[in-house]
Nanobody
Framework: QVQLVESGGGLVQPGGSLRLSCAVS????????MGWYRQAPGNQRELVAH???????NYADSVKGRFTISRDNAKTTVYLQMNSLKPEDTAVYSC???????????WGQGTQVTVSS
């Protein structure tokens, strides 16, 4: 069973940066696309960024130019570099495998990102 462990969240001021990490158990990591999702209170979970097994990337319009998704297959970890953070980026961020908006596995605990002055 695949386990997902997210980390790196915290409280940051508007305009600040954070780097999130998601460690994925299992040796088949490299064959899966990976996505970062977020869910703010009262909102549905939304896909923020996706990276394919071939390294191709997709981003939500709201984060294009500010967020960068990357992966390290040797470490079975996917990252989300978040720059120029805005208060509307405040949410619990989670990762999952699969295609765009097609998560495969049970969700991890996520990591809270709060952007506030």
């Amino acid at each position: 069973q695949v386990q997902l462990v997210e980390s790196g969240g915290g409280l940051v001021q508007p305009g600040g940066s954070l780097r999130l990490s998601c460690a994925v158990s299992g040796s088949m990591f490299r064959i899966y696309g990976m996505g970062w999702y977020r869910q703010a209170p009262g909102n549905q979970r939304e896909l923020v960024a996706h990276i394919g097994s071939d390294g191709s990337t997709n981003y939500a319009d709201s984060v294009k130019g500010r967020f960068t998704i990357s992966r390290d297959n040797a470490k079975t970890t996917v990252y989300l570099q978040m720059n120029s953070l805005k208060p509307e980026d405040t949410a619990v961020y989670s990762c999952n495998g699969g295609g765009v908006n097609t998560p495969l596995w049970a969700w991890g605990q996520g990591t809270q990102v709060t952007v506030s002055s």
